[in-house]
């Protein structure tokens, strides 16, 4: 498993068949793709299809699918056209293409490929977010009879509604302003706290450390641009206490702002809990035990959140590409992750770094050698994105006992991700270990 980053243009594969095995058996199968478009792509319906109707639920509905048709549109991507030909994406799948999608075909349809079905989405996602908010003019979990205003679901829809806003979505006019002016007042109530607890006789309510909603309602407020110093300076002064997750989001503000010398301490901070797996050329966080149940110990949304910020400042940086590599495998149902939240956030943060890193715009040529060997030639654009030829396979008397290479040579734009399978069913009397992650 591995990627040619954008500014490299090659990579190579060792296998090593044993003497022990039997011919018939061998098969050798690599699979390529040169876009995190088809990983975006394929975790739309299970978001679209999520029954429940709470307010984030409601949110994710449709606005991972708009990010991602308007990525495939600046693609110049035929929508209509790839509705029939799209086969399985997922590069880490075994198998014939075509029969792999039908295995994985939980859902009826996938809405990313009809302009006008995502419209009557966001239509319907808008209306139903309009009707959800508060009289206050926050959000709850449900908004219904009886909610109380939440700062971190209001959080997290306002942040929506301005990617949406973005993307080109007609947002219904005040519906975004209230939320903004909710999450101010909030942030106010907060900062009087945090100043109550600085006094030696500590007057109530109050608070002795800025914490994880106050980094969210910050970044969210600094998208506004509505930054207040005194929320800054705590959250500064207490990013050691505040999670990894929060940190990210602090981070992304203080970009926003061009903080340049907070921001370097940020990312220090974060940098301080990356693991590398140079093997795998993967990077992820590791995050601290101990919170994991709740909204900010979720790994998958921390190293998206991450990547969101490198997509930001240091696109072309490895980590950026390892972290992409961590995420895509560590889809825990081949094509989303965990939940409605951490798959829409993962898909935003690849939007983020395909535009960031230029991979929306790919335009290679591919080789593969066996052996040194020329075996196999594909040129690659956003025109035949889904519908290119994606494996190399060799397969009985093709593949000889001993250690073979494989060469994947690039030419032109963009980054290849590649992942080669090696089976064969061996006659040892003890089988030695193999592979990777095993």
Not at 182 to 203: H, T
Not at 204 to 230: C, G, S
Not at 246 to 258: P, V
Not at 348 to 373: N, V
Request: glycine share 6%.
């Amino acid at each position: 498993t591995g990627t040619i980053r954008p500014d490299q243009t090659s990579a190579r594969i060792e296998i090593d068949v044993p003497r022990e095995r039997r011919i018939s058996d061998a098969r050798l199968e690599v699979r390529y793709s040169p876009s995190l478009a088809g990983a975006l792509v394929d975790a739309l319906p299970y978001l679209v299809s999520y029954p429940y109707k709470t307010t984030d639920t409601t949110l994710n509905r449709f606005l991972p699918t708009v990010i991602v048709q308007n990525i495939l549109k600046r693609m110049n991507v035929d929508l209509e056209e790839v509705r029939d030909k799209r086969a399985n994406l997922n590069a880490q799948a075994l198998g014939d293409p075509a029969e792999r999608a039908k295995q994985w075909q939980r859902y009826t349809h996938n809405p990313v490929f009809s302009e006008a079905e995502v419209e009557l989405m966001v239509k319907r996602g808008l209306e139903d977010l309009t009707a959800m908010q508060l009289s206050d003019g926050g959000w709850g979990w449900f908004s219904g009879w009886g909610e109380r205003s939440d700062a971190h679901t209001t959080a997290l829809v306002v942040h929506g509604l301005q990617i949406a806003q973005q993307n080109g979505v007609a947002l219904v006019p005040g519906v975004l302003e209230k939320g903004v002016a909710w999450l101010k007042v909030y942030q106010a109530d907060q900062i009087q706290r945090l100043k109550n607890g600085d006094m030696e006789k500590k007057p109530t309510p109050y608070k002795t450390h800025a914490d994880n909603v106050d980094a969210m309602v910050f970044m969210v407020l600094a998208d506004a641009d509505i930054v207040e110093q005194a929320m800054l300076d705590y959250l500064y002064r207490d990013r050691t206490k505040i999670s990894v997750y929060a940190k990210g989001m602090f981070g992304l503000a203080l970009h926003k702002i061009q903080d340049r010398e907070k921001l370097a301490m940020i990312m220090r901070n974060i940098d301080q809990y990356l693991v590398q797996d140079d093997e795998n050329q993967t990077a992820y966080l590791k995050l601290p035990d101990g919170y994991w149940w709740y909204w900010y110990g979720s790994e998958t949304e921390a190293n998206a959140y991450y990547l969101k910020l490198l997509a930001k400042t240091r696109p072309e940086d490895p980590k950026a590409s390892r972290l992409v590599k961590y995420l895509l495998n560590n889809r825990k149902h081949a094509t989303y992750w965990n939940s409605t939240r951490d798959t829409a956030i993962a898909v935003e943060a690849m939007a983020d770094y395909m535009q960031a890193s230029g991979e929306d715009r790919p335009d290679l040529t591919l080789e593969i050698y066996y052996d040194g060997e020329k075996r196999k030639e594909v040129k690659i654009t956003s025109e035949n994105l889904f519908a290119y030829d994606d494996s190399f396979e060799l397969v009985g008397d093709a593949i000889d006992t001993g250690v073979h290479t494989v060469d994947l040579m690039k030419k032109g734009r963009g980054p290849v991700y590649f992942n080669a399978y090696l089976t064969n069913f061996t006659l040892e009397d003890f089988i030695t270990r193999a592979g990777l992650e095993l």
